[in-house]
């Protein structure tokens, strides 16, 4: 039973940041503007603003506070759920 809740925790841990990733990206895409486009042979190219570079840093920075909050949160879970075999053992 704790090993299951292990392995749900690890799996709900890859989704969060999956989705954290995707949100990012989707917002990146999304805010492409055509003058911040180079046209060169046909194809263009996003050139990102101080304002991108910012917003994408700080969605950075709160991504890897959710990561260490996660971990965090695994090796406090990980203790208890030792703890509980330890005690159903005795």
Known sequence: MYKLMKNILGVWMITVMAVACLLLGLKACTEVDSKECIEESNILYWVPT???IAYQDSM???IQNTQHDVDTIKVH??????????????
């Open 50 to 52: 101080a304002d991108d």
């Open 77 to 90: 879970i990980n203790q208890i759920l030792d703890r509980l075999d330890t005690k159903q053992m005795h």
């Open 60 to 62: 950075y920075s709160i």
